[in-house]
């Protein structure tokens, strides 16, 4: 179902830009996937921009914090839900992870949520839901489809997954790809993980997001002021799709899938 009321441990819940320039963000994807932004106080002067499509919360995005590592890229990060962000945090810490941002709470009842880096590196929130579960609307056009790990060392940061969250995993063949591996919670795949593709990238997760023609969504946002990391590309038996960076730096991916 595309409508999504809560998530369960383990599952990726939101995505949300942290852009170099925020107001160049918002332009372009409200053009791309036709989202509303709706502002919210962030504190400290920061707004959060949330992200409407059929009046449901779909991605966030806001201004780079002032205190960011000198030139830090835009980016998408991606959020697993957990029942607890305290007792997340403790068993990251013991599986090998780095906090990078300690448990915290969201202002407005929001939820509670920390940052973390896997053992290999990647960077990965954890959100305990308030009165904000998550992507309120999924595998629409225009909003999150999957969410895919690329890493140095697919079971090395797997298994911290798997110990963080008490996710499960399989690996097959997928596609044109010898080994692909599925995050599985409750019997139900809920995000990939492979081996990063391009030599010299740091481990990192890619957001995917759904759109109704792959071929003539790359066109628009090259239009726009994107441009294009892999070209448009069929995966068999899994869909068609393309990798992006938007005009503020940030790297993401669009998808039509095969129908059920």
């Known amino acids: 179902m595309p409508e999504v009321e809560s998530y369960k441990q383990g599952t990726p ?33 920061m707004t959060y921009y949330m992200a409407k499509l059929q009046g449901r919360n779909v991605a966030g995005m806001m201004q780079q914090l002032p205190d960011a590592p000198e030139g830090m890229p835009s980016y998408w990060a991606n959020y697993l839900a957990v029942d607890s962000a305290d007792e997340a945090a403790e068993r990251a810490v013991a599986a090998g992870g780095t906090i990078l941002f300690p448990p915290d709470t969201v202002p407005n009842g929001s939820g509670r949520m920390f940052f973390a880096a896997d053992p290999t590196g990647a960077q990965i929130g954890f959100w305990e839901a308030g009165n904000h579960h998550g992507s309120g609307l999924v595998n629409e056009p225009g909003t999150m489809i999957w969410n895919e790990l690329q890493t140095n060392d697919v079971p090395k940061a797997v298994a911290f997954y ?40 740091l481990p990192f997760w890619m957001t995917y997001f759904n759109v109704v023609d792959v071929d003539s969504t790359v066109a628009q946002a090259v239009d726009m002021g994107s441009h294009v990391i892999a070209p448009a590309f069929d995966v068999p038996g899994i869909g068609r799709m393309a990798v992006l960076v938007d005009p503020a730096g940030a790297a993401f991916s669009i998808m039509t899938g095969i129908a059920a």
């Open 13 to 45: 819940c939101w995505v949300d830009l942290s852009s170099t320039d925020v107001e160049v963000s918002k332009n372009f994807y409200r053009d791309l996937f036709g989202w509303e932004l709706d502002p919210m106080d962030a504190g400290n002067g």
């Open 162 to 201: 798997e110990a963080v969250t008490g996710c499960a995993s399989n690996t097959a063949p997928a596609g044109d790809l010898q080994e692909y591996t599925n995050l599985v919670v409750d019997g139900r795949t809920v995000a990939g993980a492979l081996k990063l593709p391009i030599e010299g990238l």
